[in-house]
């Protein structure tokens, strides 16, 4: 994957996006398999998307928890999870209580540079719902092992242009990996940062990693994502932890890790973000 390091370390020009082999879920049935995918609206400063992988907490990318105007990490009360959003309804809507990016991940870094492509693959944030979600309807998504070259994959997300239904991408492949970044043929948009990538197994789908940026590999635009093998685990933990600390009145403010910078978006492609 050395090509896919080199231009992630001298980007001039974003990518272009490309659309491949999306299709809208658009019938209550086809997308009802998908629920635990939803919308995360940023305030009034956009969306991203994100994943239910427990009754209250919501996996999506660390960059996506942070106000790219001010640099500043969003108040979690700010941030509404609509799971299964579809035509202006959703299966379940929740505001956040508390957010949590990886602490391995800085805002603010030159997009392009090699400190930028080194911290991607600790892109990815938790955010804990005020109240859980419970019903039959929508269930967690299971997550998996690390992605290999040549799986085949799912990425179910929202994006620029197509904010009021989900899509998929169901024929997506590993290129291959370089430390923690997974780079995919598939292509994505602004609005996809936080997608779940989905691996299908004997025992159903589950969530193998999550859309953290767009690249260019030889005049061919790809997605990088970020594993949750390895990281997950932990940043679970942690925020059990810190919920179990705060104190009933402060459970609505955001948790955020040491060593993070100002800044904002990461996701390197042309226009409005996040």
Same mark, same amino acid.
Request: net charge negative; glycine share 14%; charged share 20%.
């Given at each position: 994957?050395?090509?896919?390091?080199?231009?992630?370390?001298? =980007?001039?020009?974003?990518?272009?996006?490309?659309?491949?082999?999306? %299709?809208?879920?658009?019938?209550?049935?086809?997308? +009802?398999?998908?629920?635990?995918?939803?919308?995360?609206?940023?305030? &009034?400063? +956009?969306?991203? &998307?994100?994943?239910?992988?427990?009754?209250?907490?919501?996996?999506?990318?660390?960059?996506?928890? /942070?106000?790219?105007?001010?640099? $500043?990490?969003?108040?979690?009360?700010?941030?509404? /999870?609509?799971?299964?959003? @579809?035509? +202006?309804?959703?299966? !379940?809507?929740? !505001?956040?209580?508390?957010?949590?990016?990886? *602490?391995?991940?800085?805002?603010? =870094?030159?997009?392009?540079?090699?400190?930028?492509?080194?911290?991607?693959?600790?892109? =990815?944030?938790?955010?804990?719902?005020? $109240? *859980?979600?419970?019903?039959?309807?929508?269930?967690?998504?299971?997550?998996?092992? /690390?992605?290999?070259?040549? #799986? %085949?994959?799912?990425?179910?997300?929202?994006?620029?242009?197509? &904010?009021?239904?989900?899509?998929?991408?169901?024929?997506?492949?590993?290129?291959?990996?370089?430390? @923690?970044?997974?780079?995919?043929?598939?292509?994505?948009?602004?609005?996809?940062?936080?997608?779940?990538? /989905?691996?299908?197994?004997?025992?159903?789908?589950?969530?193998?990693?999550?859309?953290? !940026?767009?690249?260019?590999?030889?005049?061919?635009?790809?997605?990088?994502?970020?594993?949750?093998?390895?990281?997950?685990? #932990?940043?679970?933990?942690?925020?059990?932890?810190?919920?179990?600390?705060?104190?009933?009145?402060?459970?609505?403010?955001?948790?955020? &890790?040491?060593?993070?910078?100002?800044?904002?978006?990461?996701?390197?492609?042309? +226009? $409005?973000?996040?």
């Amino acid at each position: 994957m050395r090509g896919v390091l080199v231009w992630l370390a001298l =980007l001039a020009q974003p990518a272009l996006g490309w659309d491949g082999n999306l %299709r809208p879920l658009e019938t209550g049935v086809v997308a +009802g398999r998908w629920a635990a995918v939803g919308r995360i609206d940023l305030g &009034s400063r +956009g969306f991203c &998307s994100g994943t239910l992988i427990a009754p209250d907490v919501v996996l999506t990318a660390a960059h996506c928890l /942070f106000d790219k105007a001010t640099g $500043e990490p969003y108040r979690a009360s700010e941030l509404t /999870f609509l799971a299964g959003w @579809r035509d +202006g309804r959703a299966e !379940a809507d929740r !505001a956040g209580a508390m957010i949590l990016p990886h *602490p391995g991940y800085r805002p603010g =870094l030159e997009e392009g540079s090699m400190a930028h492509r080194d911290q991607i693959g600790s892109d =990815l944030g938790l955010i804990k719902l005020g $109240e *859980p979600i419970l019903l039959p309807s929508i269930t967690p998504a299971a997550t998996g092992s /690390f992605p290999r070259g040549g #799986d %085949r994959v799912e990425i179910v997300s929202y994006a620029r242009d197509r &904010s009021e239904a989900a899509s998929m991408q169901d024929a997506c492949a590993v290129l291959g990996t370089e430390g @923690r970044m997974v780079v995919l043929d598939c292509v994505t948009d602004f609005g996809a940062s936080g997608a779940p990538v /989905f691996r299908d197994t004997a025992y159903g789908s589950e969530l193998v990693s999550v859309i953290s !940026a767009g690249a260019e590999v030889n005049g061919r635009p790809v997605t990088i994502a970020v594993p949750v093998e390895g990281l997950l685990d #932990d940043l679970m933990a942690e925020l059990d932890r810190a919920w179990r600390a705060a104190a009933p009145g402060a459970r609505r403010a955001s948790v955020q &890790s040491g060593g993070m910078g100002a800044g904002g978006a990461k996701f390197l492609k042309a +226009g $409005e973000g996040p």
